[in-house]
T-cell receptor, first 111, second 115 residues
């Protein structure tokens, strides 16, 4: 599939463990954030989003935390599964403008 | 819904040739985005349209790149003449203001190789 990046930071976890992926965003005026998952050979896929007026949002097995003070975003994946192996991107935007993507983190789940 | 459709999925061409990438957004979506993904630069926005009108093309690398959206269901990204440094995966994405979020739905991408 398409090569996303050979030099991405990599997080390696055991199946069943919880994963935490971190992201530092750049624009303090950004008001909306999204986490995307990209599997090899595919386009980015939406996981979860959060608005700047929130500091936490939960989905199915995933939680996003937002710390606007330090411009930090994290994605927590509970009970990580082999199917979670992918590259994860955070993205930010202000208003309805286009997204600015972070550089990505590769998650490797060991069986 | 078939999702965002891109064609071709793979394109190999020689330097100097014209390349045209195509995108069909999700029906009803009024915003369309073109991104480029490379190992060195990650995902970069090239241009985006709202209601078929280009809003921000500041990410277009140079005059060799052009994009059009003649109607709500079709967009093209053209590179003329192509160069080896244009080799990348090109993604098209669409979104709709009616969903209450800014989520963008991505197509499967076109892998372009310029030799």
């Amino acid at each position: 599939g398409e090569s996303v990046g050979l030099h991405l930071p990599t997080l390696s976890v055991q199946e069943g463990d919880n994963s935490i992926i971190n992201c530092a965003y750049s624009n303090s005026a950004s008001d909306y954030f999204i986490w995307y998952k990209q599997e090899s050979g595919k386009g980015p896929q939406f996981i979860i989003d959060i608005r700047s007026n929130m500091d936490k949002r939960q989905g199915q097995r995933v939680t996003v935390l937002l710390n606007k003070t330090v411009k930090h975003l994290s994605l927590q994946i509970a009970a990580t599964q082999p199917g979670d192996s992918a590259v994860y991107f955070c993205a930010e935007t202000m208003g309805r403008r286009a997204l600015t993507f972070g550089s990505g983190t590769r998650l490797q789940v060991q069986p | 819904d078939a999702g965002v459709i891109q064609s071709p999925r793979h394109e190999v061409t020689e330097m100097g040739q014209e390349v045209t990438l195509r995108c069909k957004p999700i029906s009803g979506h009024n915003s369309l985005f073109w991104y480029r993904q490379t190992m060195m630069r990650g995902l970069e926005l090239l241009i985006y349209f709202n209601n078929n009108v280009p809003i921000d093309d500041s990410g277009m690398p140079e005059d060799r790149f052009s994009a059009k959206m003649p109607n709500a269901s079709f967009s093209t990204l053209k590179i003329q003449p192509s160069e080896p440094r244009d080799s990348a995966v090109y993604f098209c994405a669409s979104s709709s203001p009616g969903q209450g979020s800014y989520e963008q739905y991505f197509g499967p991408g076109t892998r372009l190789t310029v030799t």
